[in-house]
């Protein structure tokens, strides 16, 4: 997920189309959710959800239990619609429920849990007034009260506090079928050291020979107590969280997921981080092992699992081959396990970045993944579709857009469009909302001197400046002109005049309501006619009240005079070819011109305004720039490059030139270079990756310059460059480190040979990405949509790649083990200890040695075809280890998948 302004939001806005089919679309990657019904916003302060069966063998839902802040709700399905019955339920229903569920051992009956008792009733679905509802109930010890509260089968489990400490007490519910009274009895207690935050109860299954109760508590911690009746509350084993970079660590929620070879457990922190662990049992132990804990960040907010199965679990078993979780945080995530590639996080595309209060599963007919949301204060009954990932939404503008801006303080969008409605095209600026895709406000850009003019608009950015407290935020438009008689060679010639317009969006309250009314009101106006010639491609904003345009050839300074409320052009620069683009970071200026590629200049408003510094050795059709830093820019040309260049002022040579770093061919022309912070990041890494000591004190200066500083080593998220093509295309590139890099380095090569997964027709993919410039071999890149099919290969095939791959085990070892693993030389061994043999039915001779227990043997069968046996040896003493087949598998799987869930 890419959020662009720091606001969480997951999606790419870009234009589209043109004449009456013009839009804007909106990108994100998320499942798809079809709303089966909504109803009004009647649901106002709903706090939890809990779904219901009559019966426990029911494959459907028969009630929805509804907590308030300070009541509870209970509704039944009735010929396919919701009914309030909580009158008729014999709840408690004036206070808030910790805990509702269904008494399994009882049909009908309903288990409720709040802060002063435990009530059993059977709710009265019939709706009789004249059938009395039976409660039991259950009161706590006097001066204590019930914090959190689970119910699993006939049990129950409550978490008491008390002026003295906290307790856990197990309740065993007993119905007597002829009076349907319930009897309570006390079978566990057991006291804890801090307070309680969750309780879940897990059933037995393949993965847990006997029940679990998993409690979060503040210490903080996780604990695993025993539900089993031969030692009930029995603490099997305690892991404590320290891993979020926000050091709260408090769990909110936990369940089990994934395979049966791999399961894993999954913690939500109240920060908005999930925790998930490699999951065991221990059968000599009796315990649960939890090891390889990786953290990712999903939001701010506390993370709640929602869990299709009562059990707690979603397993994979013999019939399937992925499950699935739903984590509640700032909005819904579709968490996933899959065989091939492990765990995915992929957000749920619900209406317009709303934020879900609660869910719960609910089972209704046979509908599968149905779920109940409140959002809004309104009740959602929503079913997941799975097979739609790419979400695309389409806001209609009724004309060709030609610009897109995103103001992130109002959030709106303003499109520059061209409207041929009229009979001759006119550019039209337009305030959009992106949220219902609304058409706000509408400036048509005329010279109200020249009106047979044609106006386009060519550049749209925010200049946003603070004088003597008062902040401006402005948005400036450059446009080309186009005079009358040129009319018929629009598009086929550039404009000869050019002019800046300002604008700032204007928010009144509406006073027949309580919303806002937006609109565009032009402040300012410069006139660049006759001071140079072309259109205005490129504005930048640079420090203080100084703005940098870039019109035909000239590279324009403008300052912004306080007193005198204006804008004037203070120096000016006359470059060789026209200027497309202009990034700015602090005093360094980087100017991307037509045919010359990208320069790199000084900026000192108090000397020479722009001193030159470096530019680049090629010649280039210069689309778009970015600045990452100060010292490194990346562009993009118009043969489809995707390039980057260094600014070394340590460079010795007498040549100002600046430095290749890397350089990618995508056959596309990508128009347009952005920048996005993957807001919802993994922010450990896993057992294989190193960790830094002083993050805290370093993260904000790494974080200003995006992480794409050469000084700094790649162990903090960093920013995702994004590039958009002229053929509809979306790229994403991110820096990655160099541990990563020599690994993945060394499985692209191995792919692009593969028979299943090298290019089509035999094609030389190393040709094929390299810069169409013939630039050095200086890359440092990673083929993305190449090393990716790894995932998708089956466990067998995988294995077998390494297997035929040494220098695929060789760089998977060093990235496990790093210094500590040493490799003899693979030619040297496969001469020592290699032998090739025409028969099959031959064994390989190996080499005797003094002390045998110096040496792993491993046995690799390499191509069949070839008849040939690999026996390779690794050296081992008291600090070094040997690296299995399968550790390797796990080591590519994780640091692919860790990318994918950065840009995912």
């Known amino acids: 997920m890419l959020d662009l302004h720091q606001e969480r939001h997951d999606v790419i806005f870009t234009c589209s189309g043109r004449d009456k089919h013009g839009s804007i679309r909106e990108l994100r990657k998320a499942v798809g959710v079809n709303v089966i019904t909504r109803t009004e916003p009647d649901f106002h302060g709903v706090n939890a959800l809990w779904n219901l069966k009559y019966n426990n063998d029911d494959k459907a839902d028969s009630f929805l239990a509804l907590s308030y802040a300070n009541s509870t709700r209970l509704m039944n399905v009735s010929q396919g619609e919701l009914h309030d019955i909580s009158e008729y339920s014999g709840l408690d229903l004036d206070v808030s429920s910790l805990c509702v569920a269904s008494f399994s051992s009882a049909p009908g009956f309903v288990v409720q849990i709040h802060r002063l008792e435990i009530v059993v009733s059977k709710p009265n679905v019939e709706l009789e007034a004249m059938v009395e509802n039976t409660s039991s109930r259950w009161t706590p010890p006097e001066n204590t009260v019930i914090d959190v509260a689970a119910v699993y089968d006939s049990i129950a489990v409550i978490a008491l506090s008390a002026i003295n400490g906290n307790v856990i007490i197990l309740l065993r519910l007993d119905l007597d079928n002829i009076t349907n009274h319930v009897t309570f009895t006390k079978v566990a207690q057991f006291s804890l050291d801090c307070q309680l935050c969750f309780i879940r109860c897990i059933a037995p299954s393949v993965l847990v020979p ?52 791999k399961p894993l457990f999954l913690v939500g922190l109240r920060e908005g981080t999930v925790i998930y662990y490699q999951w065991s049992w221990s059968l000599d132990e009796n315990k649960p092992h939890l090891t390889s804990p990786v953290v990712r960040r999903i939001g701010t907010l506390p993370v709640k699992f929602i869990v299709p199965y009562s059990s707690q679990t979603a397993f994979i078993g013999e019939q399937s081959d992925s499950h699935t979780v739903l984590a ?27 934020h879900v209060q609660d869910a719960t599963v609910f089972r209704y007919a046979d509908l599968s993944q149905g779920y109940m949301f409140i959002s809004q204060n309104c009740l959602n009954f929503v079913q997941l579709n799975n097979l739609t990932k790419n979400n695309i939404r389409t806001i209609r503008v009724q004309d060709t857009p030609r610009r897109l801006f ?38 048509k850009l005329q010279d109200e001197d020249y009106p047979d003019n044609f106006e386009a608009v060519y550049s749209i950015t925010g200049w946003q400046f603070t004088i003597e407290r008062q902040e401006y ?143 680049e050795r090629l010649t280039r059709l210069i689309s778009d720039s970015i600045m990452l830093n ?73 974080l200003d310059d995006l992480g794409w500083d050469m000084n700094h080593d790649l162990t903090y998220p960093v920013a995702t460059i994004i590039g958009c093509s002229l053929l509809g295309s979306v790229f994403l590139f991110m820096r990655i480190s160099i541990k990563s890099y020599q690994l993945l380095s060394v499985l692209q090569s191995v792919l692009e040979k593969w028979p299943s997964t090298r290019p089509c027709l035999g094609n030389n993919n190393v040709r094929f990405r390299s810069d169409s410039n013939k630039t050095s071999s200086i890359n440092i890149i990673i083929d993305g ?120």
């Not at 204007?506 to 660049?528: A, M, W």
């Not at 640079?542 to 345009?549: G, V």
């Not at 993957?678 to 922010?683: D, F, S």
């Open 473 to 615: 935020r402005w948005i400036c438009v450059g446009i080309g002109v186009h005079d009358a008689e040129e009319r018929h060679m629009i598009g086929k010639i550039a404009p000869t005049r050019g002019r800046l317009m300002i604008f700032l969006i204007k928010k009144t309250p509406v006073v027949q309501s309580s919303g806002f009314k937006y609109e565009l009101r032009k402040i300012n106006q410069i006139d660049v006619t006759g001071v140079v010639n072309g259109a205005v491609h490129a504005i930048c904003p640079l420090s203080e009240n100084y703005i940098l345009i870039g019109a035909g050839k000239t590279l324009n300074l403008l300052r912004h005079y306080f007193e005198e409320k204006k804008l004037t052009k203070v120096h000016s620069k006359e470059l060789r070819w026209p200027i497309l683009s202009i990034n700015a970071y602090g005093t360094r200026i980087c100017v991307g011109t037509q045919k010359g590629s990208l320069t790199f200049y000084d900026f000192n408003p108090d000397k020479d305004p722009f001193t030159f510094l470096k530019t």
């Open 328 to 354: 509640l945080s700032d909005r819904p995530w579709h968490i996933e396990h899959s065989h091939h590639t492990g765990l995915n996080f992929v957000c749920v595309a619900f209406e317009h970045y709303e």
């Open 630 to 702: 100060e010292n490194l820019a990346v562009g993009t040309d118009k043969c489809g490059n995707i390039f980057g260049l260094l600014y070394n002022k340590d460079d010795p040579s007498i040549e100002p030139c600046l430095e290749p770093v890397f350089s990618f061919h995508e056959a596309e022309i990508v128009s347009r270079l952005r920048v996005g912070y993957p807001g919802y990041r993994t922010e450990t890494m896993n057992k294989f990756a190193e960790t830094s000591s002083d993050y805290n004190s370093e993260v904000k200066e790494v």
């Open 210 to 261: 006997y029940p679990l109760c998993v409690i979060g508590t503040f210490k903080p911690s996780i604990k695993f107590l025993s539900l089993n009746p031969d030692n009930y509350l029995e603490i099997l084993h305690e892991e404590l969280l320290d891993y979020s970079i926000m050091k709260v660590n408090i769990p909110e929620s936990a369940c089990i997921i994934g395979s049966i070879e």
């Open 785 to 904: 949509d190449m090393v990716s099919q790894f995932l998708r290969l089956s466990r067998y095939e995988q294995l077998r790649i390494i297997e035929h791959s040494p220098e695929l085990i060789k760089a998977g070892s060093n990235f496990i083990l790093g210094d500590k693993f040493e490799l003899y030389d693979y030619e040297k061994q496969i001469r020592d200890s290699l032998e090739y043999h025409n028969d099959m039915e031959d064994l390989p001779m190996t080499p005797e040695h003094e002390d045998d227990d110096m040496y792993i043997e491993e046995v690799h069968y390499f191509d069949d075809t070839l008849d040939m046996i690999r026996e390779s040896k690794f050296y081992r003493d008291d600090n070094i280890r040997s690296v299995s087949v399968e550790e390797i598998v796990e080591a590519l799987q994780l640091a692919l998948l860790e990318l994918n869930m950065q840009v995912s």
């Open 406 to 443: 995103y103001d992130d303080f109002n959030k709106l969008l303003v499109v520059a469009c061209t409207s041929c409605k009229d009979d001759f095209p006119i550019s039209v600026l337009k305030l959009i909302d992106p949220i219902n895709g609304d058409i706000i406000h509408e400036f």
